[in-house]
């Protein structure tokens, strides 16, 4: 592979001796990932059922290595039905040392393609708040469907520039991952065209985004929460130059360890023009010490009493502005739903084992969605999902979302229609076809099934006569 000159001249005085291992990487093929969602499996399950053969990524209790020249899992129904996420192994790292715990209100700010995101929004187990963002409206779009595969419904999806979250969300998240934009030099051997783009934008283009959006971030973080700062690219100058940028302009914050691995190395303050020893706890991965991609990350949290960041901010104190949004929030959910549940989705709830409370239903037209408790005012905000899309009401009907039926569980829904992933059916139902289901049904059944694929749920089907008319959301179906 041809790498830029003045690349391999960076990556010498980066690497010295070992430049020759390096180098040798890109001869050797990229290695393929998978992450479980433990949402919905266990990792001892899924290793049981996986349909094709994996190996434990060390460093990432949920992450297997698979054989991407021979296999196609993004074909599989286990795919379709959210049990794993096809992600590249370094690129794990970052949502698995973000020490994100269930009631957290946490924000991954650049989030597409949802990677990381599902998995923040899975250790959350359905308590607290997932802000994905992401600038991009198209990319925005695929990051919506990832989380919804995966069944996170406590989410706020949004398409803004990060720096107009601010004045909504000042000091309001516990837990915020960065995952960067960059140069992406980490990338070279998995994607070729990164190279031709590093040439057109290199490290002094990014770096200068990347000291906006950390310090907009750090804006927005409680005191006493933590920021996960990552790249996929080697050079200091988007990496531990980026920390020492935010810890120049907010004292307040200082560098955590982060949980080691043997293929790990520690930051290089050296690299800095006002070298820093704390950087040394920031981690850098390059692809001759692990299997997988080059990556870099920083943990760090940020001190302070709310009084004294209160003064870096020109916002007033997150806490008085998001306990009066959400006070105004809750009231508006209570006008609206007069604290009753409309009688047709009480109808479609009894056949669920949820109790739906009715403060978070919020009903605009005909879409009836869950709301996340806690979440603030967002109107002027562009977004494209708040809380759990339930579903719709029609001529005083009840028409289930696909985001329901991901998020939930076959022992949920008392009424299933559940087939092996060998049943040639199971491709059929997610090709929208109509299936003839009458051997797994009772003579006269109708109504709204959960469609299932060795017990995990799908989507929706409609049965009658023994027939099943498919409900999968059109968007979402297999091709060819």
């Known amino acids: 592979m041809n790498l830029p000159v003045s690349f391999e001249e960076k990556m010498q005085s980066l690497l010295g001796e070992e430049m ?4 040798a990487c890109y001869e050797e093929p990229r290695y393929y990932g ?7 499996i266990s990792v001892e399950e899924f290793r049981r059922i996986c349909p094709f053969e994996i190996t434990p990524i060390p460093w990432i209790e949920n992450g297997f290595y698979y054989d991407g020249e021979n296999t196609s899992p993004a074909k599989h129904p286990y795919y379709f039905a959210g049990l794993y996420y096809l992600q590249e192994p370094s690129a794990m790292t970052p949502a698995n040392r973000l020490p994100v715990e269930p009631g957290d209100k946490v924000l991954d700010l650049c989030a597409a393609p949802g990677g990381k995101a599902t998995e923040l929004g899975v250790r959350l187990k359905g308590e607290g708040l997932l802000a994905a963002n992401d600038i991009s409206s198209s990319r925005a779009k695929g990051l ?3 989380i919804e595969v995966f ?3 406590n989410i706020l999806v949004l398409s803004v520039e990060p720096g107009k979250l601010e004045s909504y969300f000042t000091e309001y998240f516990d837990k915020i991952l960065i995952d960067a934009p960059c140069s992406g030099e980490g990338m070279f051997r998995k994607d070729k065209k990164m190279v031709k783009a590093w040439e057109e934008h290199g490290p002094e283009y990014f770096c200068r985004i990347q000291k906006n959006i950390i310090l907009q971030a750090a804006r927005m973080l409680k005191p006493g929460g933590m920021l996960l700062y990552s790249t996929c690219t080697f050079d200091s100058r988007e990496n531990e130059s980026v920390i020492g940028y935010l810890k120049k302009q907010y004292p307040q914050f200082r560098v955590l360890e982060i949980a080691p691995y043997e293929g ?3 930051g290089m303050p050296e690299t800095m023009e006002e070298p820093d020893d704390e950087i040394r706890k920031t981690i850098r991965i390059f ?3 692990v299997k997988g991609e080059g990556h870099f990350l920083a943990l760090l949290q940020k001190g302070g009493s709310g009084e004294e960041v209160s003064e870096v901010s020109e916002d007033e104190g997150a806490a008085g502005k998001a306990d009066r949004r959400q006070i105004s929030k809750r009231e508006s959910f209570e006008k609206k739903s007069g604290r009753n549940i409309p009688e047709a989705i009480e109808d479609f709830f009894r056949n ?7 403060s978070r239903l919020d009903i605009h037209g005909e879409r009836v969605y869950y709301m996340p408790e806690g979440l603030p005012e967002v109107r002027g905000l562009r977004f494209l999902r708040t809380g759990l899309l339930l579903g719709e009401l029609k001529k005083n009907r009840f028409e289930p979302s696909q985001a329901l039926a991901m998020s939930l569980k076959k022992e949920e829904y008392a009424c299933c229609i559940d087939m092996p992933a060998e049943d040639e059916r199971i491709l ?3 090709k929208g076809e109509t299936l003839d289901v009458g051997a797994l049904a009772s003579a006269g059944e109708k109504g709204w099934r959960l469609v299932c694929v060795d017990g995990y749920p799908l989507g929706w089907g409609k049965l009658s006569g023994g027939l099943l008319k498919n409900k999968y959301l059109p968007g979402w179906r297999l091709c060819g």
């Open 287 to 289: 692809p001759h010490c």
């Open 20 to 23: 020759d291992a390096y180098l």
């Open 151 to 153: 069944g996170i419904g």
């Open 264 to 266: 790990f190395r520690g």
């Open 428 to 430: 059929r139902y997610l």
């Open 352 to 358: 669920i084992s949820w109790s739906l409370d009715p």
């Open 144 to 146: 919506l469907k990832n």
């Open 34 to 40: 998978l992450r479980v969602n433990t949402g919905k």
